[in-house]
């Protein structure tokens, strides 16, 4: 039976990549993801694996990129600017079908903005950022024992679909610490079982197989046109299949809170609040963001009159609620920005002004 | 009968995209020698670069990846560290090199990243149609610089293998030529070191090669040789750097 422990959320994430299989992890110092990096340089070197400090995020996740092209269980992680720099190679690991798992811890932006918790990179990590067709599955965990749990779950989804699967952790989430039990350890594969596990690798052709090539380049655009209708149904797939949320107390409730990640916590917190002065408030949590999950907004019932987004940005989820909603429900935003946290009495305080005003 | 040409396993039969005077065809042609003499064409990855020779993976019989515009040596960095053991290069244009891919060339070769980079100096962005590369010649004509490249304008062409030499993880440095017959065979020995130093893990590899564009010049290819000769080999001092004892 695994053990309960009392961890920082950054390190917990490094911990459970490792006993997930990674053995190859490439990083470069931004706050406030700082303790995987140097989590990683003690820990990685003594279960047999790498470590590079890189010179810049753009060169980390492109390490990161050959690493994982040749056959690696790779992890790379960063903050809200590094990350723009890293979609470059989301691209490529995208156009050429490469497993990856990367974590935001992310903060206040746009440009180098605050280091405080920030969740304006919605956007960014669900509409791919880097150029071209192509999408990259969002996971949003809300405490760091589901972060644990989702990193493990991150590197079986990235493997089967051959796709970057992103971590999207708030700062909230990497700097706090929270009693976790860090799944058990899966051993990593051994270099010369590669070939094998990972036949679409670079691994060296040995003389006994054709040569595999990673291309990205198509100077034929019928083909790129059929490559990409060859691989788009795995993106069909993954909306049937991964989209994921968890619903709280949306039965008569009059209005419906919409969160992920930290701020989903201090929802729930504004939902027992106006519960306490009658007013009925339930809660959609979602799980992923890419795929976005539109099936949980056919669970609200005929009770509910609006639905309040609760993020800390200027409404990027927003937009996608809306579309779910098609319009059925009006739709309002109780934000705070720039690095700057949501109070669950200030959330409640306005969720209230807005269903006086309707 | 004792054959005495033959094609080499290291290059497979597709035919190539390259202008006609190109030196692409050599440069390909002797790092896959190389490799075949060492009996390594199935341990061998590689990784090419944004430019002409994007596409290289099609004509070197070998495992290979292509790379984001300048980020080879970071991607060589990753699949080194999965198969420390197995020989990996890069194989990198001028404007690729030496202009967008700065940064990560100079920290592959500070952090001694035990890897060969094959660096093809012809002065010029091919691919995209001739314009100035940070290597074109003073006075060197380009789309971008239609009069000749200017100090004044865009300051001075650089030396890449002079910056690398600098850096202590870099072990093996040497500046070659494809525009004569022994320009060649000297540059197929570089290749071969480099390939050595790798193998027995003494750090960072590096040959540049000066090579010619005959298309984007505006020359014959006979001419693209003489004047890669006559302008580049001055500017360009063809000359190994470095050399660690255990390979001399």
């Known amino acids: ?358 | 009968m004792k054959p005495v040409f033959e094609y080499t396993k290291g290059m497979t039969e597709k035919e190539m995209h390259y202008c006609p005077g190109c030196t692409h065809g050599i440069a390909h042609r002797l790092v896959m020698e190389a490799l075949d003499e060492k009996d390594d064409l199935g341990n061998a990855l590689g990784v090419t670069p944004i430019g002409c020779s994007v596409v290289g993976h099609q004509y070197m019989n070998i495992d290979m990846m292509e790379s984001a515009h300048g980020r080879a040596p970071a991607v060589a960095s990753g699949i080194k560290r999965v198969h420390p053991n197995s020989p990996v290069f890069t194989y990198q244009g001028d404007g690729d090199l030496a202009s967008i891919g700065t940064a990560e060339i100079i920290h592959a070769a500070a952090r001694g990243e035990k890897i060969c980079v094959f660096f093809i100096n012809n002065a010029i962005y091919g691919m995209t149609g001739g314009q100035m590369a940070p290597t074109t010649l003073i006075g060197q004509k380009a789309t971008t610089c239609v009069d000749g490249r200017t100090f004044a304008q865009a300051g001075s062409p650089i030396r890449m293998a002079e910056i690398i030499a600098t850096l202590d993880g870099a072990v093996f440095v040497e500046r070659v030529t494809l525009t004569t017959p022994g320009g060649v065979r000297k540059a197929k020995k570089a290749i071969q070191t480099a390939f050595e130093v790798q193998e027995k893990k003494l750090g960072f590899s590096f040959v540049e090669i000066i090579s010619t564009c005959p298309t984007n010049w505006g020359v014959t290819p006979v001419n693209a040789l003489k004047w890669a000769k006559e302008n580049m080999e001055d500017y360009y001092e063809i000359k190994q750097f470095k050399c660690p004892e255990e390979v001399k």
């Open chain 1, 1 to 358: 039976m695994a053990e309960k422990k009392l961890m920082k959320g950054n390190e917990a994430f490094a911990t459970a990549a490792i006993n997930a299989g990674c053995r190859f992890y490439f990083g470069y110092p931004i706050t406030p993801q700082n303790e995987v990096p140097e989590f990683m340089s003690r820990e990685l070197p003594k279960c047999g694996g790498a470590f590079i400090q890189a010179e810049s995020e753009l060169a980390a996740v492109n390490m990161a990129y050959g690493a994982a092209s040749s056959g690696g269980k790779v992890l790379i992680t960063s903050s809200s600017p590094g990350i723009a720099l890293m979609q470059e190679g989301f691209s490529f690991f995208a156009s050429t079908q490469t497993p990856v798992v990367a974590i935001n811890v992310s903060r206040g932006g746009p440009g180098v903005g605050s280091i405080q918790p920030g969740q304006a990179d919605y956007e960014q990590v669900t509409r791919g950022g880097g150029n071209g067709d192509y999408h990259t599955i969002v996971f949003a965990p809300a405490s760091v024992q589901e972060a644990v749990d989702m990193i493990g779950k991150a590197f079986e989804v990235a493997e089967e679909y051959r796709n970057p699967v992103i971590i999207c952790a708030d700062g909230i989430l990497g700097q706090m610490m929270e009693p976790v039990v860090i799944p058990p350890a899966i051993p990593p594969v051994p270099e010369e079982d590669l070939p094998k596990i990972r036949p679409w690798a670079i691994t060296g052709h040995k003389n006994k197989r054709e040569k595999n090539s990673h291309n990205s380049v198509w100077l034929q655009q019928e083909k790129l046109e059929d490559y990409i209708n060859s691989y788009w149904p795995k993106y069909d797939k993954a909306e049937r299949e991964l989209a994921d949320w968890e619903s709280t107390d949306l039965d008569g409730a009059e209005v419906v809170f919409v969160a992920y990640g930290s701020t989903a916590r201090v929802a729930l917190e504004a939902a027992e609040i106006l519960k306490k002065e009658g007013i009925k408030a339930g809660l959609i949590r979602l799980k992923t963001l890419w795929p976005f999950p539109k099936e949980a907004f056919k669970e609200i019932g005929p009770s509910t009159k609006h639905v309040v987004c609760t993020e800390l940005s200027m409404g990027q989820m927003m937009k996608d609620v809306e579309c779910a909603l098609q319009g059925k429900l009006p739709v309002s935003l109780v934000n705070r920005v720039g690095g700057m946290l949501l109070d669950p009495i200030d959330a409640a305080e306005r969720t209230k002004k807005i269903l006086e005003v309707k």
